[in-house]
């Protein structure tokens, strides 16, 4: 019997650094953030450890979210996560580990937006 592998994750964090929203070259939206967040290690070395990854949202949810998010703020990203191989300009093979967001939740109670969002047209 087949089973299909699943992505799907959650991560809750803090943003680091202001997320930065760009256009590709054929014109789709990229929202790009880091995002710290805490493991809990029940193991030898019991305590909680900081971690980092990259946060990656596209089209509608980068749109959306791009004006809303800061440096600091909490959120709760839905996603999968993916391995982006490349060369470096020595041929070296290259690899990152990206978190793929579907959604992305605003968490931080302290939060308030003033954006106002324009209508969104009638498919």
């Not at 805490?38 to 509608?60: L, M, R």
């Not at 580990?97 to 937006?113: G, H």
Request: charged share 25%; proline share 2%.
């Amino acid at each position: 019997m087949f089973y299909k592998a699943m992505n799907i994750n959650q991560l809750k964090g803090r943003i680091v650094g202001d997320p930065e929203l760009k256009e590709t070259k054929n014109g789709k939206k990229l929202l790009v953030f880091n995002l710290m967040y805490f493991t809990h290690q029940t193991t030898d070395s019991e305590g909680s450890h900081t971690n980092f990854i990259a946060v990656e949202a596209w089209q509608k949810v980068a749109e959306v979210c791009g004006p809303l998010l800061s440096k600091g703020l909490e959120v709760l990203v839905n996603g999968a996560i993916v391995q982006k191989r490349w060369h470096d300009d020595q041929g070296n093979l290259r690899s990152q580990f990206i978190f793929n967001a579907d959604a992305i939740n605003i968490t931080d109670l302290k939060f308030s937006a003033d954006v106002e969002f324009e209508e969104a047209e009638a498919a």
